[in-house]
Protein backbone atom coordinates (compact mmCIF):
# COMPACT_ATOMS: atom_id res chain seq x y z
CA UNK A 1 0.00 0.00 0.00
CA UNK A 2 0.52 3.82 -0.63
CA UNK A 3 1.12 6.61 1.95
CA UNK A 4 -1.89 8.16 3.24
CA UNK A 5 -3.20 11.48 1.52
CA UNK A 6 -4.47 13.55 4.24
CA UNK A 7 -7.91 15.21 2.17
CA UNK A 8 -9.48 18.45 3.96
CA UNK A 9 -12.88 17.74 5.62
CA UNK A 10 -15.93 19.94 5.11
CA UNK A 11 -18.68 20.07 7.47
CA UNK A 12 -21.96 20.39 5.34
CA UNK A 13 -24.04 21.22 8.38
CA UNK A 14 -21.76 24.63 9.28
CA UNK A 15 -24.12 27.68 9.40
CA UNK A 16 -21.13 29.87 7.94
CA UNK A 17 -21.84 29.12 4.85
CA UNK A 18 -19.17 31.74 3.32
CA UNK A 19 -16.00 30.18 5.19
CA UNK A 20 -17.20 26.51 3.93
CA UNK A 21 -17.40 27.84 0.60
CA UNK A 22 -13.97 28.86 0.84
CA UNK A 23 -12.33 26.04 2.32
CA UNK A 24 -14.39 24.19 -0.56
CA UNK A 25 -12.11 26.43 -2.96
CA UNK A 26 -9.32 25.52 -1.56
CA UNK A 27 -9.68 22.15 -1.56
CA UNK A 28 -10.72 21.84 -5.31
CA UNK A 29 -7.43 23.82 -6.29
CA UNK A 30 -5.40 21.60 -4.23
CA UNK A 31 -6.90 18.42 -4.80
CA UNK A 32 -10.03 17.83 -6.58
CA UNK A 33 -11.33 15.69 -3.49
CA UNK A 34 -12.05 15.90 -0.25
CA UNK A 35 -14.35 14.75 2.96
CA UNK A 36 -17.72 15.65 3.54
CA UNK A 37 -18.97 15.26 7.08
CA UNK A 38 -22.42 16.37 8.63
CA UNK A 39 -24.35 15.69 5.75
CA UNK A 40 -27.31 14.64 7.15
CA UNK A 41 -27.61 10.95 5.13
CA UNK A 42 -27.66 8.72 8.19
CA UNK A 43 -25.56 5.94 9.13
CA UNK A 44 -28.55 3.56 9.22
CA UNK A 45 -29.58 4.12 5.76
CA UNK A 46 -25.73 3.67 4.63
CA UNK A 47 -25.20 0.38 6.39
CA UNK A 48 -28.99 -0.33 4.58
CA UNK A 49 -27.46 0.31 1.16
CA UNK A 50 -24.52 -1.60 1.50
CA UNK A 51 -26.28 -4.68 3.31
CA UNK A 52 -29.24 -4.66 0.05
CA UNK A 53 -26.00 -4.22 -2.50
CA UNK A 54 -24.26 -7.45 -1.10
CA UNK A 55 -27.64 -9.44 -1.08
CA UNK A 56 -28.04 -8.16 -4.96
CA UNK A 57 -23.76 -9.13 -5.68
CA UNK A 58 -24.62 -12.19 -3.93
CA UNK A 59 -26.99 -13.40 -6.43
CA UNK A 60 -26.17 -16.16 -9.18
CA UNK A 61 -24.83 -14.85 -12.05
CA UNK A 62 -27.88 -15.26 -14.66
CA UNK A 63 -30.65 -13.65 -12.26
CA UNK A 64 -28.31 -10.30 -12.20
CA UNK A 65 -27.68 -10.95 -16.09
CA UNK A 66 -31.42 -10.36 -16.66
CA UNK A 67 -30.80 -6.80 -15.32
CA UNK A 68 -27.88 -6.42 -17.65
CA UNK A 69 -26.74 -2.98 -18.23
CA UNK A 70 -28.88 -0.74 -21.17
CA UNK A 71 -29.01 2.41 -22.20
CA UNK A 72 -25.99 3.01 -18.81
CA UNK A 73 -28.47 1.15 -16.34
CA UNK A 74 -28.69 -1.57 -14.58
CA UNK A 75 -26.17 -4.20 -14.13
CA UNK A 76 -22.31 -4.96 -15.94
CA UNK A 77 -20.16 -8.07 -14.52
CA UNK A 78 -16.69 -8.14 -14.11
CA UNK A 79 -14.63 -7.06 -16.98
CA UNK A 80 -17.13 -5.53 -18.62
CA UNK A 81 -15.63 -1.59 -18.25
CA UNK A 82 -12.26 -0.50 -18.41
CA UNK A 83 -12.20 3.03 -16.87
CA UNK A 84 -8.80 4.08 -18.56
CA UNK A 85 -9.74 3.23 -22.11
CA UNK A 86 -6.39 3.99 -23.06
CA UNK A 87 -5.06 0.52 -21.99
CA UNK A 88 -5.93 -2.22 -23.58
CA UNK A 89 -6.44 -4.00 -20.14
CA UNK A 90 -9.19 -6.88 -20.36
CA UNK A 91 -11.15 -4.49 -18.09
CA UNK A 92 -11.86 -4.14 -14.74
CA UNK A 93 -12.06 -6.43 -11.83
CA UNK A 94 -15.34 -4.87 -10.63
CA UNK A 95 -19.05 -5.44 -10.85
CA UNK A 96 -21.79 -2.47 -10.70
CA UNK A 97 -25.04 -1.61 -10.93
CA UNK A 98 -26.79 1.32 -12.12
CA UNK A 99 -29.72 3.72 -11.16
CA UNK A 100 -30.61 6.43 -13.40
CA UNK A 101 -32.57 9.74 -12.49
CA UNK A 102 -35.87 8.68 -11.00
CA UNK A 103 -37.97 11.42 -12.36
CA UNK A 104 -37.20 14.31 -15.42
CA UNK A 105 -35.79 11.60 -18.44
CA UNK A 106 -38.79 8.57 -18.30
CA UNK A 107 -38.59 9.00 -21.85
CA UNK A 108 -35.13 7.50 -22.67
CA UNK A 109 -34.45 6.23 -19.02
CA UNK A 110 -36.01 3.16 -17.95
CA UNK A 111 -34.04 2.01 -14.38
CA UNK A 112 -34.14 -1.83 -13.45
CA UNK A 113 -35.46 -3.06 -10.09
CA UNK A 114 -34.58 -6.64 -9.26
CA UNK A 115 -37.97 -8.63 -8.53
CA UNK A 116 -39.49 -7.78 -5.08
CA UNK A 117 -39.86 -11.49 -4.64
CA UNK A 118 -36.19 -11.77 -4.29
CA UNK A 119 -34.90 -8.85 -2.78
CA UNK A 120 -38.53 -7.09 -1.27
CA UNK A 121 -37.01 -3.48 0.27
CA UNK A 122 -34.47 -3.01 -2.67
CA UNK A 123 -36.14 -0.50 -4.59
CA UNK A 124 -37.65 1.38 -1.53
CA UNK A 125 -33.98 1.40 0.00
CA UNK A 126 -32.17 2.47 -3.08
CA UNK A 127 -34.76 5.58 -4.28
CA UNK A 128 -34.42 6.89 -0.49
CA UNK A 129 -30.54 6.71 -0.82
CA UNK A 130 -30.73 8.14 -4.22
CA UNK A 131 -32.97 11.37 -3.57
CA UNK A 132 -31.24 11.94 0.01
CA UNK A 133 -27.59 11.93 -2.28
CA UNK A 134 -28.63 13.95 -4.58
CA UNK A 135 -30.00 16.74 -2.39
CA UNK A 136 -26.92 16.75 -0.70
CA UNK A 137 -25.59 16.90 -4.07
CA UNK A 138 -26.96 20.03 -4.42
CA UNK A 139 -26.32 21.78 -1.21
CA UNK A 140 -22.98 21.21 -1.98
CA UNK A 141 -22.82 22.35 -5.87
CA UNK A 142 -24.53 25.63 -4.47
CA UNK A 143 -21.55 26.37 -2.28
CA UNK A 144 -19.39 24.89 -4.61
CA UNK A 145 -20.44 27.48 -7.24
CA UNK A 146 -20.19 29.97 -4.15
CA UNK A 147 -16.55 28.96 -3.86
CA UNK A 148 -16.32 30.27 -7.83
CA UNK A 149 -17.48 33.70 -6.48
CA UNK A 150 -20.84 32.97 -8.15
CA UNK A 151 -24.70 33.01 -7.47
CA UNK A 152 -24.90 29.89 -5.61
CA UNK A 153 -27.69 28.85 -8.00
CA UNK A 154 -25.80 29.51 -10.59
CA UNK A 155 -25.49 25.91 -11.85
CA UNK A 156 -29.30 25.71 -12.10
CA UNK A 157 -29.69 29.00 -13.94
CA UNK A 158 -27.33 27.78 -16.25
CA UNK A 159 -29.15 24.34 -17.11
CA UNK A 160 -26.51 22.18 -15.66
CA UNK A 161 -28.87 20.93 -12.07
CA UNK A 162 -32.29 22.14 -13.08
CA UNK A 163 -32.98 18.11 -13.98
CA UNK A 164 -29.86 16.92 -12.41
CA UNK A 165 -28.81 13.48 -14.19
CA UNK A 166 -27.97 11.53 -11.49
CA UNK A 167 -26.73 8.61 -11.44
CA UNK A 168 -26.09 5.78 -8.95
CA UNK A 169 -23.88 3.13 -8.92
CA UNK A 170 -23.19 0.32 -6.95
CA UNK A 171 -19.52 -1.71 -6.53
CA UNK A 172 -18.69 -4.81 -6.17
CA UNK A 173 -15.07 -5.66 -5.80
CA UNK A 174 -14.37 -9.33 -5.89
CA UNK A 175 -11.73 -10.58 -3.00
CA UNK A 176 -9.50 -12.76 -5.58
CA UNK A 177 -6.40 -10.59 -7.43
CA UNK A 178 -7.08 -12.00 -11.09
CA UNK A 179 -6.05 -14.68 -12.52
CA UNK A 180 -3.32 -13.63 -15.44
CA UNK A 181 0.07 -12.24 -15.12
CA UNK A 182 -1.28 -8.46 -16.47
CA UNK A 183 -1.82 -5.94 -13.65
CA UNK A 184 -5.60 -5.73 -12.92
CA UNK A 185 -7.03 -2.98 -11.42
CA UNK A 186 -10.07 -2.85 -9.45
CA UNK A 187 -10.95 0.47 -11.15
CA UNK A 188 -8.31 1.47 -13.50
CA UNK A 189 -6.78 5.01 -13.48
CA UNK A 190 -9.71 7.70 -14.65
CA UNK A 191 -11.35 10.90 -13.88
CA UNK A 192 -14.86 11.18 -13.68
CA UNK A 193 -17.14 12.68 -16.21
CA UNK A 194 -19.69 15.00 -14.60
CA UNK A 195 -19.51 17.53 -11.84
CA UNK A 196 -19.38 15.82 -8.65
CA UNK A 197 -19.32 12.05 -7.14
CA UNK A 198 -20.76 11.43 -4.09
CA UNK A 199 -18.63 7.91 -2.89
CA UNK A 200 -19.68 5.95 0.08
CA UNK A 201 -17.39 3.21 0.81
CA UNK A 202 -16.94 0.35 3.21
CA UNK A 203 -13.81 -0.04 5.57
CA UNK A 204 -11.55 -1.98 2.96
CA UNK A 205 -8.92 0.06 1.39
CA UNK A 206 -8.07 0.36 -2.31
CA UNK A 207 -8.99 3.88 -3.65
CA UNK A 208 -5.91 5.83 -4.44
CA UNK A 209 -5.28 9.30 -5.87
CA UNK A 210 -2.65 10.61 -7.85
CA UNK A 211 -2.77 14.79 -7.59
CA UNK A 212 -0.84 15.65 -10.64
CA UNK A 213 -2.08 13.87 -13.60
CA UNK A 214 -0.21 15.61 -15.97
CA UNK A 215 3.42 14.64 -13.81
CA UNK A 216 5.17 11.20 -14.21
CA UNK A 217 6.08 9.17 -12.92
CA UNK A 218 2.56 8.92 -11.14
CA UNK A 219 2.64 9.04 -7.44
CA UNK A 220 -0.18 7.24 -5.98
CA UNK A 221 -1.41 7.92 -2.83
CA UNK A 222 -4.04 5.76 -0.65
CA UNK A 223 -7.67 7.55 0.61
CA UNK A 224 -8.58 6.75 4.53
CA UNK A 225 -12.04 5.82 4.86
CA UNK A 226 -13.40 7.92 7.53
CA UNK A 227 -16.61 6.36 9.07
CA UNK A 228 -19.96 7.82 7.62
CA UNK A 229 -18.04 10.75 5.72
CA UNK A 230 -18.47 11.05 1.68
CA UNK A 231 -15.40 11.39 -0.26
CA UNK A 232 -16.52 13.93 -2.84
CA UNK A 233 -13.98 14.38 -5.81
CA UNK A 234 -14.96 16.20 -8.31
CA UNK A 235 -15.39 15.61 -12.58
CA UNK A 236 -14.01 16.67 -15.91
CA UNK A 237 -17.04 18.86 -16.22
CA UNK A 238 -15.83 21.19 -13.29
CA UNK A 239 -12.20 20.90 -14.66
CA UNK A 240 -13.55 22.38 -17.93
CA UNK A 241 -16.29 25.62 -16.13
CA UNK A 242 -13.20 26.42 -14.10
CA UNK A 243 -10.54 26.36 -16.82
CA UNK A 244 -8.46 23.87 -15.20
CA UNK A 245 -8.63 26.00 -11.61
CA UNK A 246 -10.10 22.99 -9.95
CA UNK A 247 -9.00 19.58 -9.59
CA UNK A 248 -11.04 16.30 -11.87
CA UNK A 249 -8.39 14.05 -9.99
CA UNK A 250 -7.21 10.70 -11.42
CA UNK A 251 -7.95 8.05 -9.15
CA UNK A 252 -8.34 4.39 -9.16
CA UNK A 253 -9.16 1.50 -6.58
CA UNK A 254 -6.38 -0.98 -6.49
CA UNK A 255 -7.42 -5.06 -5.82
CA UNK A 256 -6.13 -6.33 -2.09
CA UNK A 257 -7.02 -9.46 -1.90
CA UNK A 258 -9.81 -8.05 0.11
CA UNK A 259 -14.31 -8.18 -1.17
CA UNK A 260 -14.60 -4.54 -1.33
CA UNK A 261 -17.98 -2.78 -1.76
CA UNK A 262 -18.89 1.03 -2.20
CA UNK A 263 -21.70 3.48 -3.95
CA UNK A 264 -20.76 6.62 -5.80
CA UNK A 265 -23.34 8.71 -7.03
CA UNK A 266 -22.16 10.96 -9.86
CA UNK A 267 -23.93 14.36 -9.85
CA UNK A 268 -23.61 14.81 -13.79
CA UNK A 269 -25.09 17.56 -15.91
CA UNK A 270 -28.48 17.96 -17.75
CA UNK A 271 -26.85 16.10 -21.07
CA UNK A 272 -28.14 19.69 -23.02
CA UNK A 273 -26.09 22.36 -21.12
CA UNK A 274 -23.30 23.37 -23.08
CA UNK A 275 -20.28 23.83 -20.37
CA UNK A 276 -17.65 26.81 -21.39
CA UNK A 277 -14.85 28.51 -19.14
CA UNK A 278 -16.31 30.83 -17.13
CA UNK A 279 -15.68 34.72 -17.65
CA UNK A 280 -14.01 34.69 -14.29
CA UNK A 281 -11.38 31.39 -14.91
CA UNK A 282 -9.93 33.08 -18.42
CA UNK A 283 -8.09 36.01 -19.36
CA UNK A 284 -6.49 37.31 -22.19
CA UNK A 285 -2.95 35.34 -21.17
CA UNK A 286 -4.71 32.43 -20.12
CA UNK A 287 -7.52 31.89 -23.16
CA UNK A 288 -9.99 28.96 -22.41
CA UNK A 289 -8.21 25.42 -22.68
CA UNK A 290 -11.33 23.82 -23.85
CA UNK A 291 -13.90 24.38 -26.04
CA UNK A 292 -17.47 24.68 -25.33
CA UNK A 293 -18.87 21.18 -24.84
CA UNK A 294 -22.60 19.57 -24.80
CA UNK A 295 -22.58 17.63 -21.32
CA UNK A 296 -24.51 15.00 -23.11
CA UNK A 297 -21.75 14.39 -25.50
CA UNK A 298 -19.12 14.33 -23.54
CA UNK A 299 -20.71 12.21 -21.22
CA UNK A 300 -21.48 9.31 -24.07
CA UNK A 301 -17.82 9.55 -25.59
CA UNK A 302 -16.57 8.76 -22.21
CA UNK A 303 -18.98 5.98 -21.47
CA UNK A 304 -18.39 4.28 -25.07
CA UNK A 305 -15.06 4.45 -24.73
CA UNK A 306 -15.01 2.72 -21.46
CA UNK A 307 -17.33 -0.27 -22.41
CA UNK A 308 -15.52 -0.58 -25.30
CA UNK A 309 -14.34 -3.93 -25.22
CA UNK A 310 -17.01 -5.76 -23.91
CA UNK A 311 -19.86 -4.10 -26.63
O1 LIG B 1 -15.01 2.30 -5.49
C1 LIG B 1 -14.42 3.35 -5.32
O2 LIG B 1 -13.93 3.66 -4.22
C2 LIG B 1 -14.26 4.34 -6.46
C3 LIG B 1 -15.13 4.08 -7.65
C4 LIG B 1 -14.92 5.07 -8.75
O3 LIG B 1 -13.96 5.78 -8.79
C5 LIG B 1 -15.92 5.20 -9.82
O4 LIG B 1 -16.84 4.39 -9.89
O5 LIG B 1 -15.83 6.17 -10.61
FE1 LIG C 1 -14.28 7.42 -10.19
Redesign the pocket.
Known sequence: MAEYLELPVIDLSSPDRISTASSIRQACIDYGFFYLINHGVEEQLLQNVFDESRKFFSLPLEEKMKLGRKGNVGFAPIYAEN?NSSTSSKGDLKETFHIGPLEGYESHIKNQWPSKELLPSWRFIMEEYYQKVVSVGKRLTSLIAMALNLEDDFFEKVGALDKPYAFL?L?HYPGEVGDSDEVVYG?SA?S?YGMV?L?A?DAVPG?QVCREKHKQPRIWKDVRHIKGAFIINLGDMMERWTNCLFRSTL?R?MPTGKERY?M?LFMDHNPDCIVECLKSCCTDSSPPRFPPIRSGDHLRERINAAYSSSS
Open positions: LRLAHDTLTLHVSA
